[in-house]
């Protein structure tokens, strides 16, 4: 309770600081405002959908005002700001130390310091050239508290989008906070004129949550970017590599894969010199404590290396071309996922055979099937040894590189989803238009 008043308390400051703009303002525009905590040129992987929806939009009719975390590298221009939680200003200090209070008490990390400074920038962007729309990405968590009170100010339609689920994310995994997520999660779904999720199982459980807002939840699968240059495998290196490029945290980790390597190599089917398995990129610190002993035999063998930290693109790009197969690690702690990591995309583009983990039925499985691209899939919890003899027969003759399906290629480019978001908006433009 003390948290659910804090947080009306936060929204009651915020929206009451100014006088209510008229209802009409930004009819009939077709400029949204976007709040994307993770925006290019930053590489952690949930800036690469909003970016997409940046770059594609203006070509269905749709310019976006996006209001970001700052970045490496990262300059603000009229339609993009970069912001700090710092660069709140005057009267939205006391937002921000307000915002900073409740990040203390919060159970996971919302990024709400974040909220002052991008609320001040959108609020006073969209006095000058008010917004038909807002949408937001998460997480984060504060982009979509950001569009709350956005659309509470305004009066405009509002899309929310989860790149990850709210209730029942495997990630966000602290019994006593189910509660905290499940509110948060129906205040979002109650408010928003619609609801992304990035794939069916997801949008599926989401309507059985909130069944008064089934017709309200729609899929916008992740993708790719049709101008991005797909990586060109060139994989004739020495020794073979089998690369993980991208992150590892949670319930994603290679405990069993290290184990098979491990048993192979000690006995003598698995020699140093003719495979490097290669992770690189953010790992926490306990991502490899269920396999510590096979990873020290293996690193001291030369056949797994640890390249920790968020890489820069050109380096994981780079590590995935001299791949001859690459580890996908789509790993839940349980029986099941509803989530696609965003690497998977990339993934199939590159051409490259993929070894994965997913559960039977995991949206993450369906893609791979279908993608056209040689792959090894691996249930949770299947033996070891038959992991080993698997794993041994791509080892000693590993798949030669393929043409992603057509299915795939239409599927997931980012221009044609940008194409049903424009209409989506349009639709909820001109509904609040006639009210």
């Known amino acids: 309770m003390l948290r659910r008043a804090a947080c009306y308390a936060a929204i009651v400051l915020v929206v009451s600081s100014e006088a209510p703009s008229p209802q009409d303002a930004g009819r009939g525009r077709r400029l949204i405002q976007l709040f994307a905590f993770h925006f290019p040129p930053s590489n952690a992987s949930g800036a690469a959908r909003p970016g997409r929806l940046a770059r594609y939009l203006p070509d269905h009719g749709v310019e976006c005002r996006v209001t970001a975390c700052a970045a490496p590298g990262a300059a603000s221009s009229p339609r993009t700001a970069y912001l700090e939680p710092g660069d709140a200003r005057g009267k939205w200090r006391l937002a921000l130390w307000l915002a900073k209070a409740l990040q203390r008490i919060a159970p996971y990390n919302e990024q709400l310091p974040w909220l002052a400074a991008a609320l001040e920038h959108s609020f006073n962007a969209n006095r000058a050239e ?160 269920g396999c510590a002993e096979a990873l020290d035999s293996l690193q001291k063998a030369g056949l797994v290396e640890l390249r920790g930290g968020l890489r820069p693109r050109e380096e994981l790009d780079a590590a995935v071309a001299q791949a001859s197969l690459l580890l996908l690690l789509d790993l839940t702690g349980s029986a099941e996922s509803v989530q696609v990591p965003a690497k998977l995309f990339d993934y199939i583009r590159s051409g490259l055979p993929v070894v994965a983990w997913s559960p039977p039925g995991s949206p993450t499985r369906s893609v791979l099937e279908r993608s056209g691209l040689p792959c090894l899939l691996f249930e949770p919890g299947e033996p070891e040894n038959q992991i080993a003899e698997r794993l041994l027969a791509w080892l000693e003759n590993p798949p030669s590189p393929a043409q992603p399906s057509e299915w795939f290629l239409e599927t997931f480019d980012g221009a044609r989803q940008a194409g049903h978001v424009a209409r989506l908006i349009e639709d909820l433009a001109g509904t609040a238009a006639k009210r």
Do not use: M
């Open 130 to 289: 008010p917004a038909c729309a807002v949408l937001s990405t998460s997480p984060p968590l504060a982009a979509h508290l950001a569009a709350l009170l956005f659309r509470l100010r305004f009066g405009v339609p509002w899309i929310a989008d989860f790149r990850d689920p709210l209730a029942g994310n495997p990630f966000r995994n602290r019994p006593w906070a189910r509660g905290y997520d499940e509110w948060l999660e129906s205040l979002i779904v109650r408010n928003a004129s619609a609801v992304l999720l990035t794939n069916d199982p997801a949008a599926e459980r989401l309507r059985k949550r909130h069944p008064e807002a089934a017709p309200k939840i729609h899929v916008l699968w992740n993708g790719f970017d049709p101008q991005s240059p797909a990586v060109r495998p060139a994989p004739a290196v020495s020794p073979r590599r089998l690369v993980h490029a991208g992150s590892l945290y949670g319930p994603r980790r290679p405990d069993a894969l290290l184990r098979a390597l491990a048993s192979l190599y000690r006995s003598g089917r698995l020699q140093p010199g003719e495979w490097l398995v290669q992770f690189i990129g953010p790992f926490e610190a306990d991502t490899f404590a």
